[in-house]
């Protein structure tokens, strides 16, 4: 049910590397996510790094938003370095842009993410007001799963109820963005993506612990079986 993502700075006096955090935490994560900044700052091979040292699968968070052929040169490139999953904006559209990572997804076997909603509020302006057709386009075209906050539990039911089971929800915002571990699980997400809640404590290893923890135990109480 977790995914750490991986954004620096790691540790409270940024004296902590990727993998250092991703090792630590193994025990009860069943993935990671790293982004751009964490590649900016550590090199592309982490990916790889962190995928082998772990034996847990990478997801790269680039939310690509471009043309097709643009973002299949990005993935290609990734999927070298061992990604398991790739993270794309939904609201680019799938003739052009889409469409090639749908198409290589299949190809290739690796997971395609669709972003159908973001933590900030500035979403609610113009992401959020397609949220619906964006859940279409990932029903239509058989990706893999979605991203929709953990900040914004009602986004999450409406997904569950549209997408049923066959597709995964990962929702980030947990801790320093103000959901609590456990909440979007309970409102029907698959996984929450935790990072500064988990990277940036003095132990992560504990963190990741508690997370985990809480997540079972709000589970249990969210559908009755205690």
Not at 35 to 47: A, D, K, N, T, Y
Not at 93 to 112: C, K, P, T
Request: one cysteine or more.
């Amino acid at each position: 049910m977790l995914v750490v993502a991986l954004d620096p700075p790691f540790g409270r006096n940024n004296d902590k590397r990727a993998l250092n955090v991703a090792l630590e935490t193994s025990d009860f994560s069943a993935g990671y996510k790293v982004g751009l900044p964490l590649i900016l700052e550590e090199g592309v091979f982490v990916v790889r790094e962190i995928k082998e040292s772990t034996g847990k699968p990478v997801i790269v968070d680039f939310k690509l938003a471009d043309i097709g052929e643009v973002m299949l040169y990005t993935t290609r490139k990734l999927l070298e370095y061992g990604a398991d999953a790739i993270i794309a904006h939904g609201f680019i559209g799938v003739n052009g842009a889409l469409d090639a990572l749908i198409s290589e997804s299949r190809r290739r076997g690796f997971h395609l993410i669709l972003v159908t909603s973001m933590t900030h509020k500035d979403s609610e302006r113009f992401i959020d007001k397609h949220f619906e057709e964006l859940l279409r386009v990932a029903i239509d075209h058989e990706v893999h799963g979605v991203v929709v906050p953990a900040t914004k539990p009602r986004l999450i039911n409406i997904a569950r109820r549209i997408l049923g089971s066959k597709f995964k929800i990962y929702s980030p915002g947990i801790g320093v963005q103000g959901a609590e571990p456990g909440s979007a699980i309970c409102a029907g997400a698959d996984y929450e993506i935790v990072g500064r809640l988990i990277t940036r404590s003095e132990s992560p290893r504990k963190a990741a612990e508690y997370v985990s923890r809480t997540q079972r135990e709000r589970w249990v109480e969210c559908h009755g079986l205690q």
